[in-house]
């Protein structure tokens, strides 16, 4: 018998030495799998952020990387930083050099331009943003009878501005332009014009900035936009020195006046301009999203461009800023990669000159219709207005009743995108009134463009192009928009 126990003993003992090939030792199988688990106080975080469908063998991999997170506190703080960071900017806006000479001008054989401004911007956090800018103008114009020069410094958009949700509030210098077409847009009621130039620059170039309140406040698809002018600048004029001057002393002429009632004593006038008061306030409200963008303006506002009134007895030219009250409605539609753009507007209270040179009010009605689009695809674009403009009077005024006309845009690119060719023009129909500028640049070196161009101009008596038809221009410069 001790024999055969002594057997099964062996057998028993054995038995688990064969079994530990196959099985992992308890204890050793314990301690695995608390290796890749988190600490104690980790696992009971863990419940609270982990998906209850989890599966446990899922999770537990998971709740490793918990011991490389911050506590909450600090993660709610990282996140807020990620979202936004406190920014102070400083750059300079443009730069523009140009050189150029006048074939026919009696005032100057060459003319040339300094212009360039710079901005401080800082935002310290998503609802503040606080902005100042300064730009700089130099002209000069010499070799004939009214050699000049004239460095002019001014303030560009200076301001703070809140924001929260869908209103935007803004205090301080602004450039507001309003209005779909993009050269003489009927509804740009609060903006401040900028003659020094002329007509040389696109438009938002001949614009400057206006102390102005601003609201912005979005409903959806709509936008209310309401702006009242405290302290009132108008339009920034030329010297009368300058070929740009809108009173020519040596033609003794008033731009837009008929040069035969005013010749004999214009050179002689002594020029005062008054800005006083405020400029008055507009509101407009715009539609977007669907088919036909359209808006609506309302506005009681000083016009920026002066209106001369004559006081001949004291030889006497005085600019004044009166008062317009304005109504307008504009449109634009994209169809078929064409954009038709429209405004309309009604405007009371627009002065005019007598035959007598005694100052007088009418209304006037106005209508701009346009049209842009990119024939053969994108290098090319063309955009074309036609516009209409009616002072409803039946007194006998110096200035053009009525006027009708047509400008716009020709640019293409070519040469892989480096070079750009293009022609803006304007000229009326029923009378002479002619401007044309080609332009050749090269923008290949970014961000700075190299350019000559010419400005023509031709026209009748009481027309802008007639008014500076001695002033054609062929002018050389180079313009960096950063």
């Keep these: 018998m001790k024999n055969p126990l002594l057997t099964l003993g062996l057998l028993l003992a054995a038995l688990p030495a064969f079994a530990a090939d196959d099985l992992p030792p308890p204890r050793a199988a314990v301690q695995d799998t608390s290796d890749d688990l988190p600490p104690p106080r980790t696992t009971t975080r863990k419940p609270r952020v982990a998906s209850p469908d989890a599966a446990p063998a899922e999770t537990t991999p998971q709740a490793g990387t918990a011991d490389d997170l911050p506590p909450p506190t600090a993660r709610r703080r990282k996140a807020s930083a990620r979202g936004f960071q406190p920014t102070l900017k400083l750059g300079v806006d443009d730069l523009l050099l ?31 943003e606080f902005r100042a800018g300064a730009r700089l103008d130099g002209m000069q114009q010499d070799g004939g009878s009214a050699d000049h020069r004239e ?36 509804a740009d009621r609060v903006s401040r014009a900028d003659l020094t130039r002329f007509v040389m620059d696109d438009l938002a170039d001949r614009r400057r900035a206006q102390l102005a309140a601003r609201w912005e406040q979005n409903f959806g698809d709509y936008k209310l936009d309401a702006v009242w002018l405290p302290v009132f600048r108008g339009a920034q004029l030329p010297d009368a020195a300058s070929i740009w001057s809108p009173v020519n002393r040596t033609t003794s002429q008033i731009i837009g006046i008929d040069p035969a009632l005013t010749t004999p004593w214009v050179s002689a006038t002594h020029i005062d301009e008054d800005e006083h008061g405020s400029g008055g306030g507009a509101l407009r409200l715009t539609k977007t999203g669907d088919a036909i963008d359209y808006g609506v303006t309302l506005a009681r506002t000083r016009q920026s461009l002066p209106y ?37 507007g009604y405007t009371d209270d627009v002065p005019v000159t007598l035959a007598t040179t005694a100052m007088d009010t009418t209304h006037s009605l106005d209508w701009i219709g346009a049209l842009e689009f990119f024939p053969g695809g994108g290098d090319t674009r063309i955009n074309l207005q036609l516009l209409a403009h009616a002072l409803q009077t039946d007194r006998s005024i110096l200035e053009l009743k009525e006027y009708y006309g047509a400008n716009g845009e020709i640019e293409t690119r070519f040469g892989q995108g480096r070079w750009k060719a293009g022609m803006r ?19 290949g070196w970014e961000p ?15 027309t802008l192009g007639g008014f500076h038809q001695d002033h054609s221009l062929i002018t050389m410069g180079l313009r960096t928009t950063f």
């Design 151 to 186: 460095l002019l410094a001014d303030y560009t958009d200076t301001y703070v501005r809140y924001r929260s949700g869908d209103t935007r509030l803004t205090l301080g210098a602004q450039t507001i332009v309003w209005g779909r077409v993009d050269e003489i847009p009927l």
């Design 308 to 344: 001369y009134r004559l006081d001949l007895p004291a030889l006497r030219l005085t600019a004044v800023h009166p008062f317009n009250t304005f109504v307008g409605a504009d449109l634009a539609l994209v169809s078929g990669g064409l954009t038709w753009r429209m405004e309309a």
């Design 448 to 462: 700075h463009e190299l350019y000559i161009a010419a400005h023509y101009f031709d026209g009748d008596a009481r």
């Design 425 to 443: 023009f304007s000229s009326g129909f029923n009378v002479k009134d002619l401007y044309l500028s080609p332009k050749l640049s090269y923008v």
């Design 98 to 128: 140009e050189a150029g000479g006048l074939p026919d001008a009696p005032e100057a054989d060459t003319y040339a331009t300094l212009r360039t401004s710079a901005y401080l911007l800082w935002q310290p956090s998503r609802s503040w």
